[in-house]
C-alpha cells in the first residue's frame, strides 16, 4: 500500500480544516476538541473553552505525562495543544496537520507567543510521517485518530517515531463496543455513524478495545485504555449554546457550507453520546 488511496480523503480533511479553522477560533478559542465536565459530566465548567483547558489537564495527569523533551502533536489544529505543552514542559514541540491553513495559523500563534524557536508546525500526513525513527518522547494525538484511514498503521507510525521509553497520549472518537457480548452495531446506528462520519469526514471509528488490541499486538507496553464519555459529552449542547447567539449565526452562515454542515453535526453527537453509540475513548502507552 502506497498510501494513494488514502488520498481523496486526505484532501477533504484539509479543505474542512483549511476552511472551518478560523470561524472554530474566533467563536471557540484554540481548541478544536471536547472539554470536560468532572467525571460524571456533571461538574459546571464557566464556558467550552475552560472545559477544554481542563480536558488536557485532566488528560496529563491521567497518562503520567514526565516532562517531555521532544513532543510530536499529531493532527495539531492550530496548535493548542502544541503550545501548552510547550510551556508546561519547556518542551522542543512538532505539530503535523493535513491543513497548510493550519499550519500557518499555529505558527503565526507560536510567533506571538515568543515559542517559535522551540515549536513548529508542518503539514505532514501522519499515516506516512516525515521524521526518523525513535525521535520523541511524548507522541500527543487529541481527536485526530478518528480522521485515520488505517488505526493500526497510525499506531504503528506513532510507535516508530518514539524513543524507547516515549509515551503515547491518544484521546480519540470511538463507536460503541460491538463484540460479543454485547450486540452488533445495528442498521439505524450504522446509519447515524454515517452521517457523522460523512459530516466530519472521518473514514471510521472503531471500539476502544480493539485500539487496545492494536497497540498490544505492535508491541506497546503499560497500556492504559478509559472512557470519557460522560466526562465530555456535556460539550456537544455548551457548544450548540454558543452557536446560537445571532452574531456566531451569521458567522457560521457565511463561513462557507462546510462548517454549516458541521455545525448541524451537532445534535447527532448529542444523540450520539445520549444513547451510547459515540464513546471517548483513552489510550496511554509506552514503547518497550
Ligand atoms: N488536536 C487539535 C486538532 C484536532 S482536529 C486540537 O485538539 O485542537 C483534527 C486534526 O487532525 C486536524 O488538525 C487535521 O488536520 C488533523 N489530521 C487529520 N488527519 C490527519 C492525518 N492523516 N495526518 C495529519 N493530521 C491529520
Known sequence: ??????????????VFYDK???????????????????????????????AQRLLIERLLEWSDVQQPEATLDVGCGIGGSSLEL????????????????????????????????RVSFVVADAMAMPFEADRFDLVWSLESG????DKQRFLQECLRVLRPGGRLVLATWCHRDDAQPAPPL??????????????????????????ERIAADLGFSQIRVADWSEAV???????LQSAMQPRVMLEV???????????????????????GLIRYGLLTAVKP
Not at 187 to 207: F, N, S, V, W
Open 1 to 14: 500500500m502506497d498510501g494513494s488511496e488514502w488520498k481523496p480523503l486526505a484532501e477533504k480533511i484539509r
Open 20 to 50: 472551518s479553522s478560523q470561524i472554530w477560533e474566533r467563536v471557540w478559542g484554540e481548541h478544536m476538541h471536547h472539554g470536560y465536565y468532572g467525571p460524571d459530566g456533571r461538574t459546571r465548567v464557566d464556558s467550552p473553552r475552560e
Open 86 to 117: 510547550a510551556d508546561r514542559y519547556s518542551a522542543a514541540v512538532i505539530g503535523i496537520t493535513l491543513s497548510p491553513v493550519q499550519r500557518d495559523r499555529a505558527s503565526e500563534r507560536a510567533r506571538a507567543a515568543g515559542a517559535s524557536g
Open 146 to 149: 478518528e480522521h485515520m484511514p
Open 186 to 211: 445495528s442498521a439505524a446506528e450504522q446509519r447515524e455513524l454515517k452521517r457523522i462520519y460523512d459530516l466530519y469526514h472521518l473514514p471510521g471509528t472503531i471500539p476502544l478495545p480493539v485500539y
Open 233 to 239: 459529552a456535556p460539550f456537544w449542547s455548551d457548544v
Open 253 to 275: 452562515l457565511r463561513s462557507g457550507w462546510e462548517t454549516v454542515l458541521g455545525a448541524r453535526a451537532i445534535p447527532l453527537m448529542v444523540s450520539g453520546y445520549r444513547t
